[in-house]
């Protein structure tokens, strides 16, 4: 059962910058793939930003080029750098982890426990 552990977030000013922080349990020759999400109350939960296992990143238009996904395989961990921050970057961001290792069926999907940003103007 693989685990992930989020951290990072916090209350910011407009135009300041936060660093958020996802950890995977498990075995490191596995494959991971992450995805960041968003999400605030009463609204569909939001893609972010993603990172395949060869480094290719995607981002959603509202945040690209102030938001940088980057990833450590070894140790199992994806991170987003978030700068220029707005307020209507404000919500709970979760990552989301896509794990497949060599005796798997097919890839099986881990949430972490999301994070709270805020930012106020």
């Known amino acids: 059962q693989v685990q992930v552990v989020e951290s990072g977030g916090g209350s910011v000013q407009a135009g300041g910058s936060l660093r958020l922080s996802c950890t995977a349990s498990?075995?490191?020759?596995?494959?991971?793939?992450w995805y960041w999400y968003r999400q605030v109350p009463g609204k569909e939960r939001e893609f972010v930003s993603y990172i395949d296992s060869d480094d290719i990143t995607t981002y959603a238009d509202s945040v690209k080029g102030r938001f940088t996904i980057s990833r450590d395989s070894a140790k199992n961990q994806v991170y987003l750098q978030m700068n220029s921050l707005k307020p209507e970057d404000t919500a709970v961001f979760y990552c989301?982890?896509?794990?497949?290792?060599?005796?798997?069926?097919?890839?099986?999907?881990?949430w972490g426990q999301g994070t709270q940003v805020t930012v106020s103007s």
């Open positions: 498990g075995d490191t020759s596995c494959n991971y793939d």
């Open positions: 989301k982890t896509d794990v497949l290792c060599r005796d798997y069926d097919r890839e099986y999907s881990y």
